[in-house]
């Protein structure tokens, strides 16, 4: 007579909630990168500072550098794709588009300037996020040159407007100035005309205006 064989359980599963989620965890590292650099983004602070335990953390990631490649996917995603996005986004004139461009320097869910400078910053100690740095910022460039293109402008004027437009922008987030947002906003009419060598129409910064201050 044979004997029964013995039945084995199954290791349960971890509750998720001791897990976690992977935006959870995405988004705690997004925090400490923009706050602290990421050098201090790391598995077992994250943990911590979630309350979690550091296997959870790789129920989600490979390992740290699959996390920072999801925030550098999220950057990418958000800040550059929105921003050419806007530079293609329906405009009559060049001066709707470059208010449809303005929308980024004063929506954070469109570009993040936090982040953004928090990859600058990565990018002057690693070669390899530099050169994708660098890829990023002429992809940006090529867009915003490409709207002034759209709109009957030479190819070399084209360039250095958007160059222009960029750096300008860059320079707010390098630089880390801090105006407040009532005086930007009342600015860009002028940065309009500068940069496109037009006045805007009162119905072109007014339809701006509305949406960012209600009026």
Known sequence: MTSPQTTRRAKPAPDPAARGSEDLWLNAAYEVLVTAGVEAVK?????????????????????REALLAALLDRWEAQNTG???????????????????LFDCWLTRDLFDSRLDFAIRNWAL???????????????????????????????????????????????????????????????????????SGHPPTPAETDRFMARHTGT
């Open 82 to 100: 929105n921003l050419v996005a806007r530079t293609e986004a329906y405009a009559e004139t060049i001066n709707e588009a470059l208010y449809n």
């Open 43 to 63: 598995v077992m602070p994250l943990a911590q500072m979630l309350g979690l335990s550091r296997t959870s953390f790789y129920w989600h990631f490979k390992d």
């Open 125 to 195: 100690g690693d070669p390899t996020i530099k050169a994708k740095l660098q890829r990023t910022d002429e992809t940006r460039i090529t867009a915003i040159r490409a709207m002034f293109e759209r709109f009957g402008y030479a190819s070399d004027h084209a360039d250095t407007r958007a160059h222009t437009v960029y750096y300008t922008q860059i320079g707010y987030i390098s630089m880390m100035v801090a105006e407040p947002r009532d005086i930007r906003i009342a600015r860009m009419p002028a940065y309009v005309e500068n940069f």
